[in-house]
């Protein structure tokens, strides 16, 4: 892929994540940290099924089982595979298949509560989604949906402020870890979607990195409870 068209799918990617955190979702979502997911051909191509039957069965097994997908909704943008409300009226996530064959995924990680100061999450509560996720599904939905391969995906996490992060980095214990004031998003690094064993890899290789950029930038707080249980189940 050139490095110009490379850039611009990269800084498309930065623009939807802003545009998340300032609000522009098609549902009301639950407060708190968010990963997003966005996938696509190298080269764009549009989508030419219209029959929602043909589409939410190529989705279901790109959301977490927390977010279960009831209903695709059409409009001139795509198609939206979305979940029921919780008690609250809001929403843990939704899937939209864009016309130009873009898949986004946003999902509200689990949280947790400590001393009901802040909302508590934890890195492997999307690290594994997305490594359950990224593999055979992801390809199957790709070929059932008609979206050319190679693909590129591209995650990024926000609404963050707020948050404690838990996580051990090297060989310490678990702490929790409160995010930097203004501090608000991570971009995370593109993966070349190839083998199931390639994907794994790379997505391991990107975590990596993105948590030691999160070890980095936060301030470590030992008053946290630690022993919350935070999955994607």
């Excluded at 043909?54 to 795509?78: A, N, R, W």
């Excluded at 992801?138 to 008609?146: D, N, Y």
Aim: hydrophobic share 40%; charged share 25%; with cysteine.
């Amino acid at each position: 892929m050139p490095q110009k068209t490379l850039e611009t799918k990269r800084q498309a990617a930065v623009r939807r994540t802003a545009a998340i955190r300032a609000g522009a979702v098609r549902l009301p979502l639950r407060e708190g940290p968010k990963w997003i997911a966005r996938i696509g051909g190298e080269h764009c191509a549009a989508l030419e099924t219209t029959d929602p039957a043909k589409v939410l069965p190529g989705l279901l097994p790109l959301m977490p089982k927390h977010v279960k997908l009831t209903h695709v909704e059409i409009s001139s943008e795509g198609w939206f595979a979305i979940p029921g409300p919780d008690d609250d009226g809001k929403y843990g996530g939704y899937l939209t298949v864009r016309r130009d064959g873009v898949i986004e995924v946003i999902v509200c990680l689990n949280t947790a509560d400590a001393n009901a100061r802040q909302p508590v999450w934890r890195p492997d509560s999307y690290e594994s989604c997305a490594l359950d996720l990224m593999g055979q599904p992801l390809t199957q939905a790709l070929e059932r949906l008609g979206i050319p391969t190679p693909a590129l995906l591209f995650m990024s996490l926000t609404e963050l402020s707020g948050a404690r992060m838990v996580a051990a980095f090297g060989t310490s214990r678990e702490h929790g870890y409160l995010t930097l004031e203004g501090f608000d998003s991570v971009q995370f690094p593109e993966v070349h979607v190839g083998t199931d064993r390639e994907i794994a890899e790379s997505l391991q290789r990107v975590f990596e990195e993105v948590r030691t950029m999160l070890h980095g930038i936060s301030l470590q707080s030992l008053d946290c409870q630690i022993d919350l249980p935070v999955t994607c189940a």
